[in-house]
C-alpha cells in the first residue's frame, strides 16, 4: 500500500526491497519496517531513552484504559483499513490491528518502529512523516493520531470519503501530579478545536483515570517535559520517585466530509 516518497509511484515489494516503476529503492530492515522518511540520514522522532522510558511505562498498563477505549472506537466504526499515523512503539497499533482487517503505521522515530515492527508482525510500519503520508489518496477507512501534532490536510488526503480520524490528546489536567512537581506554576493544557475544515465533529470525551505510579522518571522521560524543564524541578521528580497522578485524555472523532 505504500507509494514512493520521490515521485509518488507505487511500491512493489521484491525481496525485502520496496522499488517504484523509476527504480527508486528502499529496503526493508531486519524487524520488517521500511523507512520512507524523505530525510533517510538524519534520526528524528523519539531518540532511544525516550523509546525505552515510555516502553518501560506503557507496559505497567497505566494507559491501558485508553487503549481499550481506541479499541471501541475503532470497532465501533466498523473500519476496515486503518492508519496509525504517529505510532510510536505501537502500544495501540498492535491492539487495535488486531480488530480490523489491514493496518498500517508511521513515526518519525525509527528507533520507536524498529521496535513495534518486531512486536508487531502484521502491521506494515514505515519511518515517515505524518505531514508526509507514504500512501495514495483516499486509502484509509479510519486515522488514528495518539499525542502528535494534528495534520488535518494531510489526514484528510489519505481518508476515503466519509472516513473517520479519531485524535487523542492530553486532557486539560493530564499529569497534573508531575507537572505540580517539576515547575512553580502550573498551565492546564489547552481545550482541544472543536471545528476543522474539511471535518464534521462526531464526538468529543474527556477520559480521565488517577493510578499510583511507582517510576516518575520513566513517566518524565517519556514526555517533552524531560528536555524544557528546570533542573530542580527534574530533581524533585527524581526525589519523589512515585506518586498518585491523574491521566486525562480528550478523544475527538472527526468524519471527514
Known amino acids: 500500500m505504500f507509494r514512493c516518497p520521490i515521485c509518488g509511484g507505487k511500491l512493489l515489494h521484491q525481496n525485502r ?10 529496503d526493508q ?23 525505552r522510558a515510555r516502553t518501560a511505562f506503557l507496559e ?30 505501537g502500544y495501540y497499533t498492535g491492539a487495535i490491528g488486531s ?3 489491514t493496518m498500517a503505521a508511521v513515526d518519525l522515530s ?8 518486531r512486536h508487531d508482525p502484521h502491521t506494515s510500519y514505515a519511518v515517515a512523516s505524518i505531514f508526509a503520508l507514504p500512501f495514495y489518496d483516499g486509502t484509509f477507512d479510519g486515522v488514528l493520531s495518539t499525542f502528535v501534532p494534528p495534520a488535518p490536510e494531510e489526514i484528510h488526503r489519505v481518508l476515503k470519503p466519509g472516513g473517520y480520524w ?3 490528546e492530553p486532557g486539560p489536567r493530564h499529569c497534573l501530579e508531575l507537572k505540580q512537581l517539576l515547575y512553580e506554576t502550573v498551565i492546564e493544557n489547552p481545550s482541544p478545536a472543536n471545528q476543522r475544515d474539511g471535518y464534521l465533529l462526531i464526538r468529543q470525551e474527556c477520559i480521565r483515570q488517577r493510578e499510583h505510579v511507582e517510576d516518575l522518571m520513566n513517566l518524565l522521560d517519556m514526555t517533552p517535559y524531560r528536555y524544557k524543564s528546570p ?18 485524555f480528550m478523544v475527538s472523532i472527526w468524519k471527514k466530509i
Open 110 to 117: 525509527k528507533y520507536a518502529v524498529a521496535y513495534a515492527s
Open 17 to 26: 526491497t520496496f522499488v517504484c516503476a523509476n527504480h527508486h529503492t528502499f
Open 166 to 168: 479519531i485524535m487523542t
Open 99 to 101: 480488530c480490523v482487517k
Open 29 to 51: 530492515a531486519k524487524e520488517g519496517y521500511v523507512n520512507l522518511s524523505r530525510k533517510q540520514k538524519k534520526d528524528q522522532g523519539d531518540n532511544k531513552q525516550m523509546v
Open 60 to 89: 505497567k498498563g497505566y494507559y491501558d484504559f485508553l487503549r481499550q477505549y481506541l479499541m471501541s472506537a475503532v470497532s465501533d466504526l466498523s473500519l476496515n483499513t486503518v492508519l496509525d499515523a504517529g505510532c510510536g512503539q
Open 231 to 248: 533542573k530542580a524541578g527534574i530533581e524533585r521528580v527524581r526525589q519523589q520517585k512515585e506518586s498518585d497522578v491523574t491521566f486525562e
